[in-house]
């Protein structure tokens, strides 16, 4: 097989922006992800059992849906039952983009609140009874001595899950978003070269998960000092 | 100070403490032994309210403490565990002025200089900006007691503070302990170290089976014993 990658040299440009649009939808959709989980994980704590349910339900079932499902559903269910995703004027596929975000926040947002439930739970329990030995209230405990700790197992948790989201938003292309997967199948419609514009993205894919790792096993290391 | 009243405790259905009363006078020290099981650490546990229990009354200066505002009962009563619980994240500093800031509303100066009167008197002046984990445990387990000294107690209980020490830790920490009861605090102090109970304790409770089988001052429990279940304990742990 002859492999000619010189045939893609007109295309880097596309690549480039495939590439910025799926770091952006990853970093756009793990930060509205990270606000979500949030409220969730205070959903699951909560002693008002319709809400603790409900916010058990809703992590069970995106955690057991395949995410190509959720993102069918956003794009064509919301529409059918009236709830038209908004075109922005003058940003031509934003459609698509926004639909990309909202699905794959609330995908990332139930792992993310599984990372924010672990991290509490992870604090032993001897510190938190020594607090309340103290006369530290339930709140005042949270505050200064289980979030504190919690906070450095869920950066690095958090982190690992941007890079996941970076690989895994590949999915939205299906619905032509013009992220870094979308543009190989442009390209290969183009230049009838499929394997070039794969092995391309395959290696941008992996040279940024690659130098994502890297900063998060220093993270990892920074946030370790005191354990 | 503290008046315990057929104190009855049960883990759903599994009841630990089957009736339970004692009275413990201020500056006493009482040293509570028992085999394991027998509902020493529950007892204990009732004592601050990090257990509930079900019948029974606890007198805290002869109020009712399910009626004293929990988090002031437990400002009054320290508590020191066997695993230490330090507060990992926190050098050893913050670890002693975090709950006399936030709980007795001290300021950051005056907690301070507590704190470093307290170091002091547990032989920890140097490791006053450490983390816990660049401690030993004699020296976690002493700046464990410096932290529950913080809040100024006026009862400070012991849950086994010897027991996660490896030996030749364990002198440093009881001296330290009875250098307190000699200061004139009142203790509840559950352990193993028999040496320790007849040295300093004021009465000795021997809890069997979530009762209190005999209580009595160490010269008398130790030399002779009146009940057969306590009579075995002290062979089997006396050698
Ligand atoms: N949180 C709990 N839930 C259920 N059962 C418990 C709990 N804590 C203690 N128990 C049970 O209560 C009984 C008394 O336990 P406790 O810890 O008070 O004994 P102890 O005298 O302190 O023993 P040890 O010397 O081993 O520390 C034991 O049978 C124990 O299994
Ligand atoms: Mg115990």
Redesign the interface.
């Known amino acids: 097989m002859n492999l000619d990658f010189t045939i893609l040299l007109p295309y880097t440009n596309m690549f480039l922006k495939g590439l910025l649009m799926t770091i952006f939808l990853s970093l756009a959709s793990v930060l509205i992800g990270i606000i979500i989980g949030f409220l969730i994980t205070l959903g699951r704590m909560s002693k008002n059992k319709i809400l603790s349910i409900s916010a058990k339900f809703y992590t069970d079932f995106i955690r057991g849906t395949p995410i190509l499902v959720q993102v069918f559903l956003f794009y064509f269910g919301l529409p059918q039952i009236g709830i038209p995703i908004p075109e922005i004027p003058g940003l031509p596929g934003s459609r698509e983009v926004i639909t990309g975000i909202v699905a794959i926040s609330l995908n990332s947002s139930a792992y993310i609140s599984e990372i924010y439930r672990s991290g509490l739970q992870s604090i032993?329990k001897?510190?938190i009874?020594?607090?309340?030995?103290?006369?530290?209230?339930s709140s005042?405990t949270m505050r200064?001595?289980t979030v504190?700790?919690a906070v450095?197992r869920i950066l690095p948790a958090l982190f690992n899950e941007f890079i996941v989201v970076t690989k895994e938003s590949s999915i939205v292309s299906i619905v032509g978003l013009r992220d870094l997967m979308y543009v190989s199948s442009l390209v290969k419609a183009a230049t009838y070269s499929a394997f070039e514009s794969l092995i391309v993205i395959a290696v941008i894919y992996f040279a940024l998960t690659s130098v994502l790792t890297k900063i998060l096993s220093v993270m990892e290391r920074k946030l370790s000092v005191?354990? | 100070m503290i008046k315990v009243e057929n104190l009855h405790k049960k883990f759903k259905k599994l009841e630990v403490l089957k009736g339970i009363s004692t009275v413990i006078d201020k500056q006493e020290i009482v040293v509570v032994i028992g085999p394991s099981g027998s509902g020493k650490s529950t007892f204990l546990r009732c004592l601050?309210l990090?257990e509930d229990y079900q019948e029974g009354t606890i007198l805290y200066n002869d109020t009712d403490i399910k009626k004293i505002e929990i988090?002031?009962?437990?400002?009054d009563?320290?508590?020191v565990?066997q695993?230490f619980?330090?507060?990992?994240?926190l050098k050893v500093i913050d670890n002693l002025i975090?709950?006399p800031m936030?709980?007795r509303g001290l300021n950051k100066e005056t907690a301070i200089a507590n704190a470093k009167v307290l170091l002091e008197k547990v032989g920890l002046s140097d490791k006053i900006d450490v983390?816990p984990?660049q401690l030993s445990g004699g020296q976690k387990q002493r700046v464990?007691i410096a932290?529950?000294l913080a809040?100024e107690p006026k009862l400070l209980l012991f849950d086994e503070p010897t027991s996660a020490l490896d030996p030749e830790m364990v002198k440093e920490v009881l001296e330290v302990m009875k250098n307190l009861a000699n200061d004139g605090m009142t203790m509840v102090v559950v352990t193993h170290e028999m040496k320790f109970a007849k040295d300093v304790a004021d009465k000795v409770i021997f809890m069997a089976d979530g009762y209190i089988v005999e209580e009595d001052t160490p010269e008398n429990l130790f030399d002779a014993p009146k009940h057969e279940r306590t009579k075995a304990f002290l062979n089997m742990v006396m050698d």
């Open positions: 032993d001897g510190q009874e020594a607090a309340r030995s103290l006369g530290l209230s005042q200064f001595v504190p700790q450095r005191h354990d | 601050n990090l988090n002031k009962l437990r400002a009563i320290g508590m565990f695993n619980n330090l507060f990992d994240h975090l709950a936030q709980v983390y984990h464990a932290r529950a809040m």
